[in-house]
């Protein structure tokens, strides 16, 4: 595995963030994207609360899996614990991006998971994208963003899921967390993510019956992209 130099992660990270606002994903600074070299063990975040279109990538933060900072001048996001705890947990992820999108957060404000009613869903996430247990308040008042990865890595581990299989988790009272192989992969699973959300509560409200997509269906049209015999885009 090849390592990336400081800058060329800084500068993918930077470009991932500065794509948050264009996306439709977020309002004011309500999002944060991550991305880490596996190789040098090195990852980078978006600074706490700067405008997204302020953002250089000489401001992007840079730690390693201790979570000392290496480079950078400004505070790293508030996410960030949250951040390390799935890059130590999940060596698969290359990438997270973290949003309060609208309707994927209407359904981890509701405590409810998003079923796969079709094919768009089956796509992208194989099978119902999960709901993550809300914080005891002994962890909110320990750390709160650490044991939110906690609670993350508890969930899909019950499920038996990896991070790249289930790219996507509703947080109990918050919002979602979307995982990916690069920065801009994650932020991708987030805007798949936000559509199939709203896609779900729209068909729900025009067939409050309707079951979710056959299994056969869900497994052929997440298998061509991401199976073994994957056939989807181009070699």
């Not at 994207?33 to 700067?50: M, T």
């Not at 809300?134 to 890595?153: K, N, Q, R, S």
């Not at 199976?227 to 070699?235: E, L, N, S």
């Amino acid at each position: 595995m090849a390592s990336m130099t400081l800058q060329e992660l800084r500068e993918q990270v930077c470009e991932a963030n500065r794509a948050l606002e264009p996306s439709g994903l977020v309002r004011l600074t309500w999002g944060n994207v991550s991305g880490i070299d596996r190789a040098s063990g090195l990852w980078a975040i978006k600074p706490s609360g700067v405008d997204y279109l302020q953002l250089k990538p000489a401001d992007i933060v840079v730690l390693d899996l201790d979570g000392r900072v290496v480079e950078g001048n400004l505070r790293p996001s508030s996410d960030t614990k949250t951040h390390l705890v799935l890059y130590r947990e999940f060596p698969e992820i290359g990438g997270i991006t973290h949003t309060h999108s609208l309707h994927a957060t209407m359904f981890a404000q509701a405590g409810r998971e998003i079923p796969c009613f079709g094919t768009t869903h089956a796509d992208h996430f194989h099978g119902t994208v999960p709901l993550v247990r809300a914080l005891t308040p002994e962890e909110v008042d320990e750390d709160y963003e650490h044991f939110t990865g906690v609670a993350i890595v508890e969930r899909l581990r019950e499920l038996n899921l990896s991070p790249l299989e289930m790219p996507a988790v509703l947080q109990l009272h918050h919002a979602p967390f979307t995982f990916g192989k690069s920065a801009m992969d994650s932020l991708k699973n987030s805007i798949a993510l936000e559509m199939c959300a709203q896609m779900a509560l729209g068909a729900a409200t025009l067939n409050p019956t309707m079951g979710s997509i056959p299994g056969h269906i869900l497994e052929k049209h997440h298998l061509r992209k991401h199976g073994p015999g994957a056939y989807y885009g181009q070699k």
